[in-house]
């Protein structure tokens, strides 16, 4: 992930702007971090570089540089001046000086009127303000539940198709309001909407905005079954999928259910039967009950006022050799480092070696593999999703390196899927990443965010191997066994996973 980059650098710069850190320096012994004049916290990091194995001492405690070159250590400051002392019995000693004050930093009149005028700037930002437009959207819209922002962008609800006209009552600096039906309203952002026009606010929500539902159909189109809503527009729609029993509900905004005629065609591979319900007088509720145990994904899109939802068929035969999947080098180019380690260990190099040899151990098994980068170039998360589908994946992994957490800390291994069909996928490749000696559990994520797997056309899980930013996954990182190692026990999650759904779809005995 990248965010927290951003923020580690600034950590950084601070440092480097109080005393030079380079400065202080025992023979190749350099500080990095943990140079300044005065600190607020007891617990004081100093990390630096070295020769690979050097072995010195920090005030007196011994200090081991690892294969990365990287060293670091956690003091215990006494409050005042602190002497730092960084002994080698080859090259000599220096000490340089660190006061920690427990006394708040004071706080000068001119800097708290800064910092106010940055709270208001943002609050008048982030405030609504009533409007009354007609909005399109455009490709790759989304709609999110709230105003509100995490590190990687606010709740999103789900994909939008182009073209589907909304009312926006209110917007703010980055954000419109979208009213989706009489009592449900959502948010977009304006990049993600075209204007229109302006909208009455005296006009009737109802009878502007609301159309009937048409009949509807469902048949096998070959490779998926094919849901075709008749809707009176292009409308908004919230679509979840769920297991236990296994089912795609989809409900339709502005829309008054008035035909609930909907045709089974024989031979439907995926798809059970449907019902059709209205939750509210403008809202209708499509409820996809599937066959299928197992997920391979579907695709939404108008053609005209038809709403298609495109359900792959599981494949026929569920082995690792006769199926094609994607693997998803993380970043990559000169714009997208991703994060970047202490000792210059970049994520996109990481990540494109794991991905290359993930491809060559699942084309060892037979796999058809397809990299979305297969050298250090830049892509949009949307030209490696066009690769992906275009390339009929069955399944999609995504190989990144976490970030954060301080450079002393071992946070560990972590698994990530946005819907949940998609966990035991996520639970099977974390359960062999634990078994690896020395990889902590940072545990498994559920509803995220990140935008491949929010991607319905194929299933996804991403995996953030482990943090570049912790000075010992870095040293496991930089060795290419230890890669080699964790991609070999992804395989051998993704095989139990591809197992697993054999057995449920009665594709073999158990
Ligand atoms: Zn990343």
Excluded at 37 to 49: C, E, L, P, S
Excluded at 185 to 213: C, H, R, T, W
Excluded at 309 to 321: E, M, R
Excluded at 472 to 501: H, S, T, W
């Amino acid at each position: 992930m990248k965010k927290r980059l951003s923020i580690f650098a600034a950590v950084a710069m601070v440092a480097a702007a109080t005393v030079s850190a380079s400065a202080v320096h025992v023979g190749n012994i350099v500080v990095k971090r943990g140079v300044a004049d005065t600190v607020y916290k007891a617990k004081h990091v100093v990390v630096g570089m070295a020769d690979p194995g050097a072995e010195f001492t920090v005030n007196g405690k011994p200090v081991k540089a690892y294969k990365t070159g990287t060293w670091g250590i956690e003091l215990e400051l006494q409050p005042g001046n602190n002497d730092i002392k960084i002994a080698d019995n080859r090259t000599g000693s220096a000490t340089f000086k660190v006061f920690y004050s427990t006394t708040p930093k004071k706080v000068t009149p001119k800097e708290q009127a800064a910092a106010q005028a940055k709270q208001a700037a943002e609050a008048e930002k982030a405030r609504f303000y009533p409007t009354s437009l007609k909005v399109s959207t455009r490709e790759y819209a989304y709609l999110n539940y709230g105003a509100g922002t995490d590190r990687l962008g606010g709740a999103k609800i789900n994909y939008l198709p182009e073209g589907i006209q909304m009312y926006a009552d209110a917007e703010n600096e980055n954000l419109y309001r979208v009213k989706l039906s009489q009592n449900r309203y959502a948010y977009i952002p304006k990049s993600q909407v075209e204007v229109k026009g302006k909208y009455s606010p005296d006009s009737d929500f109802m009878q502007d905005n609301v159309v009937l539902s048409g009949s509807s159909s469902v048949y096998n189109a070959g490779e998926y079954d094919r849901v075709s809503i008749g809707v009176g527009g292009k409308k908004p729609y919230i679509v979840k999928e769920y297991t236990d029993p296994h089912k795609i509900v989809v409900d339709l905004y502005g829309v008054q259910c008035n035909s609930n005629w909907l045709t089974h065609k024989s031979g439907l591979k995926s798809v059970d039967h449907i019902d059709v319900e209205s939750i509210d007088s403008d809202i209708t509720r499509y409820t996809i009950y599937l066959k299928t145990k197992s997920s391979w994904g579907f695709s939404m899109d108008y053609s005209g006022n038809n709403l298609n939802i495109d359900i792959k068929h599981v494949p026929a035969q569920l082995y690792l050799k006769n199926l094609t999947i994607g693997i998803d080098a993380g970043h990559g180019g000169p714009q997208s480092n991703g994060a970047v380690g202490m000792s210059g260990l970049k994520e996109k190099d990481m990540t494109l070696d794991m991905a290359h040899t993930l491809k060559a151990i699942l084309e060892k098994q037979g796999a058809k593999v397809v990299l979305s980068r297969d050298s250090d170039v830049g892509m949009t998360i949307r030209e490696r999703q066009d690769k992906f589908i275009a390339n009929k994946c069955d399944i999609v992994l995504s190989i990144h390196c976490n970030a954060g957490g301080g450079p002393l800390s071992s946070l560990g291994t972590s698994t990530y899927y946005r819907y949940n069909p998609y966990k035991p996928l996520a639970e099977d490749i974390l359960g062999y990443l634990l078994q690896m000696e020395g990889v902590n559990n940072f545990g498994m994520v559920g509803n995220f965010n990140f935008s491949l797997s929010a991607i319905t056309d194929f299933p996804c899980v991403l995996v953030e191997t482990l943090f570049i930013t912790s000075l010992q996954e870095e040293e496991k990182l930089a060795d290419p066994a230890f890669r080699k190692a964790m991609m070999e026990n992804v395989a051998k999650g993704l095989n139990d996973y591809i197992k697993a759904c054999r057995i449920a779809e009665g594709q073999a005995k158990k």
